[in-house]
Every structure is written in structure tokens, then in C-alpha cells.
């Protein structure tokens, strides 16, 4: 019955059709089922570094996976410091300084 409708010269046309159609459909339900790759569920547990430091309500700024970001800490934030995110409450970050290593330089006394 397409044949009559289109003729037989664009039945290679609808065949291709058919198979770019049927391949976007594998990529979509491929894409649907496929896990997040980005996004705020990945921040926790992630470093970055102090650009503000805290101000009296705890609150500075931070660069974390190259983007600037509100963050919260319980104690005060020193520009430069280090940082590791412990959970995301909407688009402030809780936060926590990492702890410097010991430098063994210096006098051995």
C-alpha cells in the first residue's frame, strides 16, 4: 500500500527513515535509563577552597568543581583554606575545614 502511495523510488528513502526513527529511540530510552552524571547529588564529600572568608554568621565563599559557591561552616573560614562539603541545603553548602598536615620541616628540638 506505500508503494502505491509513494512510489517504488522512495522506498529506500522510508526505509532509511524508519531506521534513523527506530536508532533515536534507542539513544532516548539508552539516555532515560542511564544514572545522573552531574549534578548537586555529586558535591558531598567533594574539596574546594576558601575565596571569602566567613563572616559572623559562618557563611563564605568557595570554589568548588570550578564553580563559586555560598558555603556554611561551624567554625570561621579563612581565606585559602581548604574545604570538604558534608551535605547541600539548597544552594549554601555545609562545609568543613580539612585539616592541614603537619609540616616536619624545621628545627628537630
Not at 592541614?100 to 620541616?105: D, I, R
Request: aromatic share 4%; proline share 6%; glycine share 12%.
Amino acid at each position: 500500500m506505500l508503494l502505491v502511495y509513494f512510489g517504488s523510488q522512495s522506498t529506500w528513502a522510508l526505509t532509511m527513515l524508519g531506521l534513523i526513527l527506530l536508532l533515536g529511540a534507542i539513544l532516548a530510552i539508552q539516555a532515560h535509563r542511564s544514572r545522573a552524571q552531574g549534578g548537586n547529588e555529586e558535591l558531598p564529600g567533594m574539596t574546594g577552597e576558601v575565596t571569602q572568608a566567613s563572616d559572623s554568621r559562618g557563611r563564605a565563599w568557595a570554589q568548588i568543581r570550578g564553580e563559586a559557591w555560598q558555603v556554611h561552616a561551624d567554625q570561621p573560614l579563612a581565606l585559602g583554606q581548604s574545604v570538604r562539603v558534608r551535605s547541600v541545603r539548597g544552594l549554601i553548602l555545609e562545609v568543613e575545614p580539612i585539616p592541614e598536615p603537619e609540616s616536619s620541616g624545621g628545627d628537630p628540638s
